[in-house]
């Protein structure tokens, strides 16, 4: 009998990416692959103690070039360029050790999967030739989006982008507005050199004659954006939640793991959730990096009070 493929899960060290991510892990476990999961080695050692113990799961990191974490000052601009570059050129180095190491061990890979902001990714797996796959863990729509910004639709989108009430009209999507737009597509983006992480994202996907892309949706959901762009092949495989709360195939399976963000007084909001009657609190939430200035917040509170 051979052996059962072995999946590389390659993650961006956020949360927002490994929540689903270990999801999906799970996911590949429970259909009889192997999987190696692997984030930054710093992001690795907060995970520590967050995730259940898994069969078959394993855990290998990579550096970042700042393996005892990176620090921003309110995720300053030019740090986080900075890290970015950093990322890209250590981490391709110590990934493909990883995985020359995994095939000298007796356990190689057989398909890579790798998510958002790490292009470079798919470039390492191309160089020791295996195949990879793209997770997109945002909307579909959102990747036709980047998609038509990057091949002619760029101005239609910049000028909508300013006008919140003119109509966006692209190949195989309902009519957008500019409030539909992506947030690094809008002029107050602060980070552009992740906008070319994108670009760089649908350039290395360009590369493949059948690309395909496992996305973070489902069918009924978005129905026309995952056929929007002929040239891609996107299978919908989400929502990426815990399954007892999705297909019940692991009623023991009720929550994400994986928490890197446990050390910000996690006790104290659980204890303040937990004392509120059931149904009563509004969660809202920007991402884990998100950084609002004081009016904003101030608004988005007159707003849900």
Same mark, same amino acid.
Request: glycine content about 6%.
């Given at each position: 009998?051979?052996?059962?493929?072995?999946?590389?899960?390659?993650?961006?060290?956020?949360? #927002?990416?490994?929540?689903?991510?270990?999801?999906?892990?799970?996911?590949?476990?429970?259909?009889?692959?192997?999987?190696?999961?692997?984030?930054?080695?710093?992001?690795?050692?907060?995970?520590?103690? &967050? &995730?259940?113990?898994l069969d078959g799961?394993?855990?290998?990191?990579?550096?970042?070039?700042?393996?005892?974490?990176?620090?921003?000052?309110?995720?300053?601009?030019?740090?986080?360029?900075?890290?970015?570059?950093?990322?890209?050129?250590? $981490?391709?180095?110590?990934?493909?050790?990883?995985?020359?190491?995994?095939?000298?061990? $007796?356990?190689?890979?057989?398909?890579?999967?790798?998510?958002?902001?790490?292009?470079?990714?798919?470039?390492?797996?191309? #160089?020791?030739?295996?195949?990879?796959?793209?997770?997109?863990?945002?909307?579909?729509?959102?990747?036709?989006?980047?998609?038509?910004?990057?091949?002619?639709?760029?101005?239609?989108?910049?000028?909508?982008?300013?006008?919140?009430?003119?109509?966006?009209?692209?190949?195989?999507?309902?009519?957008?507005?500019?409030?539909?737009?992506?947030?690094?597509?809008?002029?107050?983006?602060?980070?552009?050199?992740?906008?070319?992480?994108?670009?760089?994202?649908?350039?290395?996907?360009?590369?493949?004659?059948?690309?395909?892309?496992?996305?973070?949706?489902?069918?009924?959901?978005?129905?026309?954006?995952?056929?929007?762009?002929?040239k891609f092949k996107?299978?919908?495989?989400?929502?990426?939640?815990?399954?007892?709360?999705?297909? $019940?195939?692991?009623?023991?399976? &009720?929550?994400?793991? $994986?928490?890197?963000?446990?050390?910000?007084?996690? &006790?104290d909001y659980k204890?303040?959730?937990?004392?509120?009657?059931?149904?009563?609190?509004?969660?809202?939430?920007?991402?884990?990096?998100?950084?609002?200035?004081?009016?904003?917040?101030?608004?988005?509170?007159?707003?849900?009070?």
């Open positions: 009998m051979p052996p059962p493929p072995h999946f590389l899960l390659v993650t961006f060290p956020a949360q #927002g990416h490994i929540n689903p991510a270990l999801q999906l892990a799970k996911r590949l476990l429970r259909m009889g692959a192997r999987v190696t999961y692997s984030t930054t080695v710093s992001a690795q050692h907060r995970m520590t103690g &967050t &995730t259940p113990p799961l394993m855990f290998k990191g990579f550096s970042d070039g700042y393996d005892d974490g990176f620090n921003s000052r309110d995720f300053d601009h030019d740090e986080v360029k900075q890290y970015m570059s950093v990322l890209k050129s250590r $981490g391709s180095e110590t990934l493909s050790q990883l995985i020359v190491d995994s095939e000298k061990e $007796g356990q190689p890979i057989s398909c890579m999967i790798y998510t958002l902001l790490l292009p470079w990714a798919a470039d390492v797996a191309r #160089g020791l030739h295996i195949p990879s796959v793209n997770f997109w863990i945002q909307p579909a729509m959102v990747l036709d989006i980047y998609y038509y910004y990057f091949n002619g639709y760029d101005d239609v989108i910049t000028k909508s982008a300013n006008d919140p009430s003119c109509s966006i009209n692209l190949p195989g999507l309902p009519p957008l507005s500019g409030g539909d737009l992506p947030s690094f597509l809008i002029p107050s983006n602060n980070y552009p050199f992740l906008l070319m992480s994108f670009q760089e994202q649908l350039e290395v996907l360009d590369q493949d004659t059948n690309p395909r892309i496992l996305v973070n949706t489902c069918d009924a959901l978005e129905p026309e954006a995952l056929r929007a762009v002929d996107m299978e919908a495989i989400g929502p990426s939640i815990p399954s007892a709360f999705l297909d $019940g195939q692991d009623p023991n399976d &009720t929550c994400f793991g $994986g928490d890197i963000l446990h050390g910000r007084n996690s &006790t204890e303040w959730l937990n004392s509120k009657p059931e149904s009563s609190v509004v969660y809202v939430s920007f991402g884990s990096m998100a950084v609002l200035k004081k009016p904003q917040m101030e608004e988005i509170a007159r707003w849900v009070a």
